[in-house]
T-cell receptor
Framework: DVKVTQSSRYLVKRTGEKVFLECVQDMDHENMFWYRQDPGLGLRLIYFSYDVKMKEKGDIPEGYSVSREKKERFSLILESASTNQTSMYLC??????????FGSGTRLTVV | AQSVTQLDSQVPVFEEAPVELRCNYSSSVSVYLFWYVQYPNQGLQLLLKYLSGSTLVKGINGFEAEFNKSQTSFHLRKPSVHISDTAEYFCAVSIYGGSQGNLIFGKGTKLSVKP
């Protein structure tokens, strides 16, 4: 089975900190995605990547950046964390359009 | 552009009763269809998917869904639910033959199974 691993399940950071969320997949998938999930708003796409060093903005990229230096790793970066970035962050990977495999999620709290 | 509508935000049901979670989609092109489940404080797990072939798709945990092209629906059903089915369920679509694989998600339906 494809496994998508997010480095932290729970994270607490201070306002203004630079935050790195790491995601690794082990099945050679081209496509990787970062979402945030908030009550009542569903899943919102932040960024995605369909190849190494390629990235595309999703619906809510402001305040975030990403890095994909290796095929298996897709990092989400909060350049200067703010309280409105407190959320559940979900990473996923896919082969073509055949559906995602998700990681377990990282619940980030910014204080 | 594609869109997904989950018609019920919350569905309460008693244990051992049947349940149907409704999903309608809008698309000008052919799509693949998916249902995911999310248990509290976890990521999303694939329940089932329709890519092609039989319109009745069986998934894990006794769930099934039927693709209805004329009604653009992909409703999820289970004949008898358990307490452990309490979770949030998401319907999603992707573009048939698409290489980038973006999924469009519905807002989710919270299934609450009561004893």
């Amino acid at each position: 089975d494809v496994k998508v691993t997010q480095s932290s399940r729970y994270l607490v950071k201070r306002t203004g900190e630079k935050v790195f969320l790491e995601c690794v997949q082990d099945m050679d998938h081209e496509n990787m995605f970062w979402y945030r999930q908030d009550p009542g708003l569903g899943l919102r796409l932040i960024y995605f990547s369909y190849d190494v060093k390629m990235k595309e903005k999703g619906d809510i990229p402001e305040g975030y950046s990403v890095s994909r230096e290796k095929k298996e790793r897709f990092s989400l970066i909060l350049e200067s964390a703010s309280t409105n970035q407190t959320s559940m962050y979900l990473c996923a990977s896919s082969f073509l359009a055949y559906g995602y495999t998700f990681g377990s999620g990282t619940r980030l709290t910014v204080v | 552009a594609q869109s997904v509508t989950q018609l019920d935000s919350q569905v309460p049901v008693f244990e051992e009763a049947p349940v149907e979670l409704r999903c309608n989609y809008s698309s000008s092109v052919s799509v693949y269809l998916f249902w995911y489940v999310q248990y509290p404080n976890q990521g999303l797990q694939l329940l089932l998917k329709y890519l092609s072939g039989s319109t009745l798709v069986k998934g894990i945990n006794g769930f099934e869904a039927e693709f209805n092209k004329s009604q653009t629906s992909f409703h999820l059903r289970k004949p008898s639910v358990h307490i452990s089915d309490t979770a949030e369920y998401f319907c999603a679509v992707s573009i048939y033959g698409g290489s980038q694989g973006n999924l469009i998600f519905g807002k989710g339906t919270k299934l609450s199974v009561k004893p």
